[in-house]
């Protein structure tokens, strides 16, 4: 028998409503039929990003977003800012440089987050940084990026945009758009959102809009323009990812259900169990002063390969985490606590973990994980 | 009760082993399993295609690849030749014209096949025209064009390549890539796949990645050259829409099983009763000289109005099919055999559509398309 457990950032464990939602024989959506799940969905993601905008959905990964949130709203030879603390960050740079635009990076140690005085003093000295591109959950170091004083920063730039990569955030942590006042926000399905990989979003400003229509960059299928127009109309330009959308239909019932101040709650306390876990185990956090509620990046004992972890965690526990990426690789392991995940999958991924490490030869009180997790989860 | 039927175009009906392949707990890509099933998907893919070449998948809808076949092959300033008798061709002449590229459109009168002579005088006029732009079946009007003959010309031209939009035509209408010398073939999920909409695929001769190293046009997300590094490793460069990739291994084992040769030969028989009844009731074809065996577009009577036909089908029995797009909205209807459709799906399709034209008024002896199409089903 094998039971196969989910703690990665991405894909996350999908409810078994929107698995049903899933399997359901597809509908056409040119029909009244799918424009009234996609009005829902329209309702149901303006309450997630706590914004009036609309929100923009593609059929694609994340990075569709993110290409399609520099192209639509810069020119080539615009400078933009990036900030660049992960393999994240780093995308955003080569989007710019992909299509001409200038990034000027905040190079940012992995596992540590920007200063915002550092994007104050840059933005005073060139005011003709046209967008602030940052994640608030940078996935690949687990660290929380502070996007609500940078917003607070870049708002008072009427000639420069803050976007936000939210992708392993949005419904994690909170983030909300219209009242921090971020320009341009992105996300992913396969999240907090509780579904497979295939959709990205983006919601835009006003003030974004604005952007939009002095962009020039070419663009086609990410044009936010055409999808903007097409989704008022419960459509979109081209055929959506119809099945993905009737799932998301249903996370976003479960979503507002449970009520997003609610969700927040959750992942706070099954991240904070899990990092007392790590704690009390004698694990060092890779983001000790800025981690995310969405994932927790745990520096792999001294001796011990991170990408080892990783692989006794799949090969004898059934349990997929990550590894670190890049600069991290075997460094660091990932424990995701995003969206559908309760206490007893936390519990379940410390103590393999806590397996894991004994049978890799780290000396520690097997259980003592387990304990500071449970002492959180029970605290009232 | 309510049983649903679709004969649309794009999306088709979903074999229930895919749907039940779509609702497993999801795996995560960066692991041995999925990338067995990805290693499977790649040889399926080659079988559809009828290629020696990786068949490219993407996170997207067709348009995406279609995007991406301008923009990782063409130059800025590049002209393209581009064959508009639809509004798939239209397509690409859009997505040249947003990426700089020089459209030097072929007008097709919609209904009617492109000449292969008139491509062949256009290029042996100007030997600078890079790409050639053809649907193999253009899905908004039932048209085949005579891909194998535009094929045998583009290949005398080194500096030129074909494209072929299949997205409406692989895997239902013959299209063998490396036989007839295609250089970019691009396909979608959601239609003779049988799989949601959400996946995008682009197969490139060696003669089109030549293309690729020379093409300086901006793209990201659907950039070919990263993408075919990652697929060769079982991988994609962005996280890949999972469920799809799923539920296409199990639709490819579906292909296999039946066999493409047979496939084909349901396709042109479910089509040819499709054509046969129209002819009984004294309908007339859209395409009544280049019919595809994908999908067949019939006039609406007149004095009838195309888009009423498809409204009763879909308000009185439950029956999707597909009105007409732009210029032919109003004048036609669209009845697709593409996919998971078998002789019973079409015999449904046709009394459904006697039905309705009977409710509209229009004169003919009930029963008489039925009665032709069972002529050609029962036919040995």
Known sequence: MKKH????????????????????????????????????????????????????????????????????????????????GGKFGERFTQICRAYGVKPIVIPVEWGQAVDPAVIEKTLREDPSIKAVFTQATETSTGVLHPVKEIAALVSRHPGTILVVDGISHVGAVELPMDGWKLDVVICGSQKALMLPP???????????????????????????KKELKNLTQNQSAYTPAISLVVGLAESLKLIRKEGLENILARHARLAKATRAAMGALGLQLYAPRAYSDAVTAVLAPRGIDGQKVVKILREKHNLTIAGGQDRAKGKIFRLAHMGYIDPSDIIAGIAAVEMTLKELGYQFELGAGIKAAMEVLSAK
């Open 5 to 84: 457990y989910l703690l990665a950032p991405g894909p996350t464990p999908i409810p078994p409503e929107v698995l049903q939602a899933l399997a359901r024989p597809i509908v056409h959506h040119r029909t009244p039929l799918y424009e009234g799940i996609l009005q829902e969905v329209r309702e149901g993601l303006k309450y997630l990003f706590q914004t009036k905008s609309e929100v923009l959905i593609f059929a694609s990964s994340g990075t569709g977003a993110m290409e399609g949130a520099v192209t639509n709203t810069l020119c080539a030879g615009d400078k933009a800012l990036v900030v660049e």
């Open 198 to 224: 295939g959709l990205a979003f983006a919601a835009l400003s006003d003030k974004a809009w604005q952007f939009v229509e002095r962009s020039t960059l070419p663009r086609f299928y990410f044009d936010f």
